[in-house]
């Protein structure tokens, strides 16, 4: 077979192959054979039907195009293999000529894997910004336990004000008439934007527990119920009464009702879940930093098809997202903010092709390899996790690769992190300026204070979780 290469642009490759016409004509009588124990012709066993009249039966071109499904793959992957190529897509038939008594005739165009040129990757030099624990994060894990548990109770009568929780029962209306589900008994609502139909809360401000009252709203165009949308309506409210969130205090009780023996044993967990979400976090920005000193180092000429096919993996995503969340895909596309969000993901996409390209280089460098003991616990799992059959799993080649890609990355990751010299360094300050924006004694700044709420916040719900 005679194999013929034409690189154009970055990376896409055209390859010509021509296979003599013996064994053009090889394949054609295999597929003859094949068919004939395929098909029912008169007069004849299956099988035992001779060239001739299988091919007044099916017709060559039939029997050709079956000869090339079964033939052309097979040529493609001798020769992709022949030429060692690293091809990243699937290859694309441009012409096939195919005659009998003559050489079969075929050119496909693929891409392969752009030549990537290493700088220094091993032992590379690092300064990390290193996480702390904010002074008040333990305060805010309680907080955030205790308010967990917080109950809603009766409050004494007042006006409603905005952030108030209300009990009401309603019933709504649409033209004169009672809209169909549109009846509630005992609604606990919170009075304030979003929580309800544009417009309702606002008419609850300044009403009393025990009036009864209108409403008067429009349903959003948008509305999930398509008979109502855009429609005006009119709800007849009956306000029950105010109810307040009360907190229960810090003590051994409320460490009970989460698992923990005393409000000590809780305060020891909390710290040790905050220090662990530390460590994580400084390992996070340590792989992070290494990987981009290791990717600025390395030389590549990244083609634009790679980068699109990534972003519109990364868009397909946002679909899934917005689908998941009752939002329409086709509405998105069409509004101000999708022309962002696309070039946005370009950019994310570009980084993760080039990060992508040069940890493989590395892989290849360091003849880097996963076997099945490596790749196993993470099928286990996906088993448990998914309730999955461990046979059903082991069988799917799909998920095994894209677990042993994975696997491989974490490896490579820990490779360069493990040969870095990691240098922790403070925190840089705020972009804004302390002496000129004062804070309240005691008080956080914004920043501080968002970054103290997550910590906090996450080292309480797995602290709850595990207890």
Not at 44 to 49: D, H, I, M, V
Not at 248 to 254: G, K, T, V
Not at 301 to 324: A, F, G, H, N, S
Not at 385 to 409: F, G, I, K, P, S
């Amino acid at each position: 077979m005679k194999v013929t290469l034409d690189r154009e642009g970055k990376n896409l490759v055209r390859m010509g192959l021509e296979l003599e016409s013996e064994k053009a004509l090889k394949a054609y009588e295999m597929a003859c054979r094949s068919l004939s124990h395929q098909v029912n012709i008169p007069g004849f066993r299956r099988g035992k039907a001779p060239r001739n009249i299988i091919e007044k039966t099916l017709g060559v071109e039939y029997i050709k195009r079956e000869a090339l499904e079964k033939l052309v793959p097979e040529l493609l992957s001798r020769a992709i293999m022949d030429e060692s190529l690293d091809v990243i897509t699937e290859p694309q038939i441009d012409s096939c000529e195919f005659e009998l008594g003559s050489p079969l005739k075929l050119n496909a165009n693929f891409e392969v894997r752009p030549e990537v040129t290493l700088g220094s990757y091993t032992g590379v030099s690092v300064d990390v910004p290193e996480a702390t624990l904010p002074a008040d994060a333990m305060d805010r894990a309680l907080a955030s336990i205790a308010e967990s548990k917080a109950s809603l109770k009766a409050a004494p009568a007042r006006p409603v004000a905005k952030g108030d929780t209300v009990l009401l029962d309603f019933e709504c209306y649409v033209d004169g008439k009672l809209v169909e589900g549109g009846k509630a008994e005992g609604l606990v609502l919170e009075v304030k934007e979003g929580t309800f139909i544009e417009g309702f809360c606002d008419q609850l401000i300044g009403k009393e527990p025990g009036q009864q009252f209108e409403v008067n709203v429009k349903f959003p165009e948008e509305y999930r119920n398509k008979e109502l949308a855009n429609q005006d309506a009119n709800f007849k409210v009956d306000l029950k009464e105010l109810r307040e969130r009360v907190t229960p205090e810090l003590n051994d009780e409320l460490a009970v009702s989460i698992g923990q023996p005393s409000l000590q044993a809780l305060k020891d967990a909390l710290q040790e879940r905050l220090g662990e979400e530390v460590r994580q976090e400084n390992e996070m920005r340590s792989q992070r930093a290494v990987v981009e000193a290791v990717v600025n180092a390395a030389t590549v000429d990244i083609p634009e098809t790679m980068v699109e096919r990534e972003r519109d993996l990364l868009l397909q995503q946002v679909k899934r997202y917005l689908e998941q969340n009752n939002q329409n895909w086709e509405e998105f596309q069409q509004s101000p903010d999708f022309e962002q969000v696309r070039a946005n993901k370009l950019e994310e996409a570009r980084q993760r092709v080039l990060t992508s390209l040069v940890l493989g280089a590395v892989v290849r460098a360091e003849k880097m390899s996963v076997d099945d003991d490596e790749i196993a616990p993470y099928l286990a799992e996906i088993v448990a996790r998914y309730d999955l059959q461990a046979e059903q799993v082991a069988r799917n080649e799909e998920l095994r690769r894209q677990v042993m890609e994975e696997v491989l990355t974490n490896k490579v990751v820990q490779f360069l992190v493990g040969s870095a010299k990691i240098q922790f360094v403070a925190e840089p300050e705020h972009e804004h300026d302390h002496e000129h924006h004062h804070h309240k004694e005691g008080e956080a700044c914004e920043h501080e204070q968002g970054e103290s709420k997550k910590s906090s916040k996450k080292a309480s719900e797995k602290t709850a979780q595990k207890s």
